[in-house]
């Protein structure tokens, strides 16, 4: 992609009459590393539903590269993409974490990280942890969290919790997501669906830094 940009920009230059140098590809590829992005996110006049979810990007490692030069097979690494949508399917939040990151910690950080007052936090069973609802109780949010099977009320845990628990048992796990509107979480989900099917399933850079880059970009 970084040679097809350079080629790309070559080709403005030149039908603009332009006498100016483009950056190689191993330049930009250096420099995005360096490179601070922002999010661009909607302005809201209200609170907004934060619905999150993951997914797996696939990389390639030193190992990987270095098999594939003497003809070999390397060991295909992985990266999970975070993403955090509002009740439109706008992304909101996001970030870029190894593939053994706590789905639950990395909903905490983007609880605390949202630039937007949060009224519902949606998320799938990966999410259902006591970090988790007590940062989206000091967000002030409420939670809809399918918690895991067998849960049980806990007296020290999280009280909005356990009144998930006691609700499921009294009416069934399909009963209480219709109830409580977990069906927002296809929001997320569609997100991932068009970063994939637009982007495709694979980070190209190599370093943690640049793979930050390109999957904000």
């Not at 330049?27 to 539903?49: M, Y």
């Not at 970090?131 to 895991?148: L, Q, R, S, T």
């Not at 997320?188 to 640049?210: F, H, L």
Request: hydrophobic fraction near 35%; glycine fraction near 10%.
């Amino acid at each position: 992609p970084l040679r097809q940009t350079e080629g790309f920009i070559t080709s403005i230059f030149e039908l603009m009459g332009l006498h100016l140098d483009v950056p190689d590809h191993t330049t930009l590829s250096r420099r995005s590393k360096l490179l601070d992005i922002k999010l661009r996110v909607p302005k809201f006049k209200g609170p907004i539903d934060l619905i999150i979810d993951s997914t797996g990007l696939s990389i390639t490692g030193q190992g990987q590269w270095a098999a594939a030069k003497h003809g070999q097979r390397g060991k295909q690494g992985w990266k999970k993409l975070h993403l955090g949508v509002d009740q439109l399917g706008n992304i909101v939040t996001q970030e870029l974490t190894d593939s053994n990151v706590d789905d639950a910690k990395t909903g905490t950080k983007m609880i605390k990280r949202a630039r937007c007052k949060i009224k519902c936090v949606v998320g799938d069973r990966a999410y259902d942890s006591r970090e988790f609802y007590d940062a989206a109780n000091k967000a002030g949010a409420e939670v809809v969290v399918p918690p895991i099977k067998n849960a049980r009320v806990n007296k020290n845990g999280s009280k909005k919790r356990n009144k998930t628990v006691k609700r499921i048992k009294k009416i069934g796990r399909r009963r209480w997501k219709k109830e409580a509107g977990y069906h927002r979480q296809g929001k997320a989900e569609n997100a991932i669906y068009r970063y994939k099917n637009i982007i495709g399933g694979k980070i190209r850079s190599r370093s943690p830094a640049a793979q930050k880059t390109e999957a904000m970009l």
